[in-house]
Structure formats: structure tokens, C-alpha cells
């Protein structure tokens, strides 16, 4: 398994428009605890 710590370049949209279509679902696969805490 490869670790990492980085920053990924994503296009604003492309998250929203699936934010919209999947709702919290997404947004809890691609967040970190404290990220999905503050987005709430």
C-alpha cells in the first residue's frame, strides 16, 4: 500500500456536481474527520 501526504488539484465543479448527486456519501469518502466536521 503507498502512503502519502499531498494536495490534490480538482476542479471545484466536478465536486460539487457530485456532492449534489451523492450528498454526504461523497463527501465522507474524500474527507478527513476534521474536514467533514467543519463541512457539515
Same mark, same amino acid.
Given at each position: 500500500?503507498? #502512503? +502519502?501526504?499531498?494536495?490534490?488539484?480538482?476542479?471545484? $465543479?466536478?465536486?460539487?456536481?457530485?456532492?449534489?448527486? #451523492? +450528498?454526504?456519501?461523497?463527501?465522507?469518502?474524500?474527507? $478527513?474527520?476534521?474536514?467533514?466536521?467543519?463541512?457539515?
Amino acid at each position: 500500500m503507498i #502512503f +502519502g501526504i499531498g494536495t490534490d488539484v480538482v476542479e471545484v $465543479s466536478r465536486i460539487h456536481e457530485s456532492i449534489e448527486k #451523492f +450528498g454526504n456519501t461523497f463527501a465522507r469518502r474524500i474527507l $478527513s474527520d476534521a474536514e467533514f466536521e467543519s463541512y457539515l
